[in-house]
T-cell receptor, first 110, second 112 residues
Framework: GQNIDQPTEMTATEGAIVQINCTYQ??????LFWYQQHAGEAPTFLSY????GLEEKGRFSSFLSRSKGYSYLLLKELQMKDSASYLC???????????FGKGNQVVVIP | EAQVTQNPRYLITVTGKKLTVTCSQN?????MSWYRQDPGLGLRQIYY???????DKGDVPEGYKVSRKEKRNFPLILESPSPNQTSLYFC???????????FGQGTRLTVV
């Protein structure tokens, strides 16, 4: 299977750094996606990791470790507009479906 | 403007009355899919399509049908809606299976 686990909610202060974790149990996959979803809106793409390691894109970075079954999204210099749900997703080998985690709600406070 | 368009945005219907939610993309994407999103359960894939005339079940296909007669359109059909299909539905498209997905604005469906 491709069980994907994400912690449900966290609160952080504006300007801080927050790490959002995603663990998964799957025999293999092509890559791991991260999406951002504001309340009541559609998800939007943030990153796609194929290789192990850290990929940086502005204030957001995403890390993947296939051997540890683990990914995280790092949000730096938090802004109020970063208050959203963050979803990880994978497409396992031999499978054309895209499986999402339940998402991690981040609340940014002043 | 590149986009995925879903209609309607909001729909209230009665049990058993057939309905169709339309989805159209203008990016010539091959891969399209439908998801439902429920509190505490996250996004779950209903059906997906790898290309024209190629569709397959996702994780929660029961009670739904789809068709892909043209590349741009991927309608979701509920032949006999039931209250447990009350949910927020998203259509998405991507160039291929493992590429960035673009989502429609969502359809909030209530079945009474």
């Amino acid at each position: 299977g491709q069980n994907i686990d994400q912690p449900t909610e966290m609160t952080a202060t504006e300007g801080a750094i927050v790490q959002i974790n995603c663990t998964y149990q799957t025999s293999g996959f092509n890559g791991l996606f991260w999406y951002q979803q504001h309340a009541g809106e559609a998800p939007t793409f943030l990153s796609y990791n194929v290789l192990d390691g850290l990929e940086e894109k502005g204030r957001f970075s995403s890390f993947l470790s296939r051997s540890k079954g683990y990914s995280y999204l790092l949000l730096k210099e938090l802004q109020m507009k970063d208050s959203a749900s963050y979803l990880c997703a994978v497409t396992p080998y031999g499978n054309n479906r895209l499986a999402f985690g339940k998402g991690n709600q981040v609340v940014v406070i002043p | 403007e590149a986009q995925v368009t879903q209609n309607p945005r909001y729909l209230i219907t009665v049990t058993g009355k057939k309905l169709t939610v339309t989805c159209s993309q203008n990016m010539n994407h091959e891969y399209m899919s439908w998801y439902r999103q429920d509190p505490g359960l996250g996004l779950r894939q209903i059906y997906y399509s790898m290309n024209v005339e190629v569709t397959d079940k996702g994780d929660v296909p029961e009670g739904y049908k789809v068709s892909r007669k043209e590349k741009r359109n991927f309608p979701l059909i509920l032949e006999s809606p039931s209250p447990n299909q009350t949910s927020l539905y998203f259509c998405a498209s991507s160039l291929r299976k493992n590429t960035e997905a673009f989502f429609g604005q969502g359809t909030r469906l209530t079945v009474v």
